[in-house]
């Protein structure tokens, strides 16, 4: 595997069920972000972590539970979401959060989240 | 006003001609610059980034950046059908963990043969 990958691709959840999506990235970066992507709306950054520290929060419900373990995989924990949840939800990795500056960063191809 | 401001398009150009994408962003302490293509039912991917005022050409891709007018824009020459996409401008102020990173809502170019 290279680059960032994400699972599941596709997932359909009601308002009551607990999920995870799954981020793995294979590049030695050292800060990893979530985001959302709703149709016709700009890309909503979520968390970022840098070296396993949260380092950004934007204001997102606490329905939305982020956990990094190490600087190569991060979990979205959802729990009780609402339909207008639903949205693609990208994760992205960077060399470094200072780095990214240097570089950019580079998606995982998303987890398509329905939430019914 | 929006932070990072895109026109929506769809931005026809003829094949062969040159596409001309434009950013405007409203924190004038920003200090990185990114351009993403996002192809349909795809993730962003980077093309292009600035820091400096001026142009930075990377094959037929020309990144454009004015601080003092707080815009960037971005250049495709010899368009080829391939680069019908959406192109995302993303904006970073630099600064270390209280940087927050912006995107615009994308330009959607459509390259015509």
């Known amino acids: 595997e290279t680059g960032v990958t994400q699972t599941p691709r596709h997932l359909v959840m009601g308002m009551t069920n607990k999920k995870s999506l799954k981020c793995e990235q294979h590049l030695g970066h050292n800060a990893m972000y979530w985001y959302k992507q709703s149709a016709k709306k700009p890309l909503e950054l979520m968390f970022v972590?840098?070296?396993?520290?949260?380092?950004e929060n934007n204001s997102v419900p606490s329905r939305f539970s982020p956990e990094c373990p190490n600087s190569s995989h991060l979990f979205l924990h959802l729990h009780t979401l609402q339909p207008e949840d639903s949205a693609l939800y990208l994760c992205?990795?960077?060399?470094?959060?200072?780095?990214?500056?240097?570089?950019?960063?580079?998606f995982g191809p998303g987890t398509r989240l329905t939430v019914t | 006003q929006k932070e990072v401001e895109q026109n929506s398009g769809p931005l026809s150009v003829p094949e062969g001609a040159i596409a001309s994408l434009n950013c405007t962003y409203s924190?004038?302490?920003?200090?990185?610059f990114f351009w993403y293509r996002q192809y349909s039912g795809k993730s962003p991917e980077l093309i292009m980034f600035?820091?400096?005022?001026g142009d930075k050409e990377d094959g037929r891709f020309t990144a454009q950046l004015n601080k003092a007018s707080q815009y960037v824009s971005l250049l495709i020459r010899d368009s080829q059908p391939s680069d019908s996409a959406t192109y995302l401008c993303?904006?970073?102020?630099?600064?270390?963990?209280?940087?927050?990173?912006?995107f615009g809502s994308g330009t959607r170019l459509s390259i015509r043969p």
């Open positions: 600035i820091y400096s005022n």
């Open positions: 972590y840098n070296f396993k520290e949260q380092t």
């Open positions: 992205a990795s960077s060399q470094d959060f200072e780095g990214f500056s240097r570089g950019g960063q580079h």
């Open positions: 924190d004038r302490g920003s200090q990185s």
């Open positions: 993303a904006v970073n102020n630099g600064y270390s963990s209280a940087s927050k990173i912006i």
